[in-house]
């Protein structure tokens, strides 16, 4: 088949790839300039199915606007929320209900960790070398931290997370960086998760893809979508318009969809999830070679991590339901700073810092919607969230099976756009 992939984040160029290895002829259009440079551009690259459930941005910013919309946290906190519309966080309490949250983990768990699978398998066949860390270590600086951290404690053991709680010294033994004038109370260390640099991963894949015949056209912006047998894409560049027949399309257009979505009677609620991050060099010392994170360090007090990526560090947080002006970007960068010298003061030249801001496309229950659109040869992969890179190898994988009409091989209930219809 000869299939257009639009789109060109992490999400984008593992469906290429994916498709492109089962035999298709694939054709990428991006309207920027380059892959993996939005959402997917300095997010915290978190890589776990636990972090995934428990400790996701909108588990933290979700968690925060449910106290809100029970009356439960002071009115003065209510406006910074900037939660967005109404409908929006209806469904959020809707699909985050009691009832219906123990199974909602479960699909994000068997999604998280199946496309953990198949980024290990590809990471090892096609013998990628990118930016990793290994282990997660999650810490509480009071008693009422640790208590708030059972709730996630919990659902870690009913979705069969392997973690070990730690003393204070157990943590500083594990964290030999460690401000050790910190207050520290306890921790939880997750061995089997971590964080990768996914846009360094992305360009890895898109080799590969290249590869295997996939095009990619950069500066192209797809302005509309004729649904169909031969699905049409009018794709402008420049001042040059075009269009162009496939076989089938494949959004992966986060937020932008519902440009493309909206004149064909398909309404998604997508809602931005804006975080910022700030990447330092990391100072190299001799005399102190422990400075930095061992592991990925997580703080849900502050709700940020720090993650060692080469020879750099960066810490990631400031996650808020909706858009993020420049006033309020500033506002969300200085508690990072905070943090980094918190737990590691020193550990990175703050004067040659980057700063970035994005917003992941987020559904109301935490999960993307892959397969079928309801319109003639249109498919969907996108709402990933803050977890599009956990997982955006077993979504596209999932993906190039529906496509083909083969069973995929983890189960897909719950991923399809039936639970918005």
């Known amino acids: 088949m000869r299939i257009a992939v639009v789109g060109a984040g992490i999400i984008g160029v593992t469906s290429a790839y994916e498709l492109a290895a089962a035999g298709h002829e ?5 309207q920027g300039g380059s892959i993996a440079a939005e959402a997917s551009f300095a997010h915290a690259g978190l890589d776990g199915a636990g972090c995934a459930v428990a400790w996701s941005p909108l588990a933290v910013a979700g968690g925060v606007l449910g106290l809100a919309l029970r009356g439960r946290l002071p009115a003065a906190l209510a406006p910074s929320l900037n939660p967005g519309s109404t409908r929006w966080k209806l469904k959020w309490l809707r699909a985050n209900r009691g009832a219906a949250q123990r199974e909602l983990h479960q699909r994000q768990h068997r999604l998280a960790a199946y496309s953990r699978a198949c980024t290990t398998e590809l990471t090892q066949s096609l013998h990628l070398d990118f930016e990793r860390s290994s282990g ?3 810490v509480s600086r009071s008693a009422a931290d640790s208590q708030r951290l059972l709730g996630a ?3 870690l053991d009913q979705i069969g997370v392997r973690h070990k709680r730690l003393t204070a010294d157990e943590c500083r033994s594990l964290e030999p960086g460690l401000n050790p004038q910190a207050a520290l109370h306890a921790a939880v260390h997750l061995p089997d998760e971590g964080a990768g640099n996914s846009r360094e991963f992305a360009h890895l894949i898109k080799q590969h893809a290249q590869r295997q015949g996939v095009r990619f056209v950069f500066s192209a912006q797809v302005i509309a979508i004729q649904p169909g047998a031969q699905p049409e894409l009018t794709v402008t560049q420049g001042t040059q318009r075009a269009r162009e027949n496939f076989d089938a399309v494949v959004l992966c257009t986060g937020l932008a969809s519902r440009r493309l979505l909206a004149p064909l009677g398909l309404t998604l609620p997508l809602i931005g999830v804006s975080g910022v991050s700030v990447t330092a060099p ?3 010392d001799e005399i102190h070679p422990h400075l930095g994170p061992a592991s990925v360090l997580l703080d849900p007090r502050r709700g940020a991590s720090i993650v060692r990526a080469g020879n750099r560090l960066r810490v990631s947080g400031g996650a808020r339901i909706g858009a993020m002006s420049r006033a309020q970007e500033v506002a969300a960068l200085k508690p990072l700073y905070r943090t980094l010298n918190e737990w590691f003061p020193g550990a990175a030249r703050t004067a040659q810092a980057q700063q970035w801001q994005g917003a992941s496309p ?3 229950d935490g999960l993307p919607i892959l397969g079928r659109s309801g319109l003639d040869g249109v498919w969907l992969n ?10 955006s190898c077993g979504g596209a994988r999932v993906l190039a099976a529906l496509i083909a009409g083969i069973t995929p091989e983890i189960d897909t209930a719950g991923l399809g756009i039936d639970r918005f219809r």
Request: charged share 5%; hydrophobic share 55%.
């Open 282 to 284: 990391l100072r190299l």
């Open 26 to 30: 694939v054709t990428v259009f991006e």
């Open 136 to 138: 997660v270590t999650v």
């Open 382 to 391: 996108l709402g990933h969230g803050s977890v599009g890179w956990t997982v």
């Open 153 to 155: 404690l919990a659902v």
């Open 362 to 364: 987020t559904l109301p």
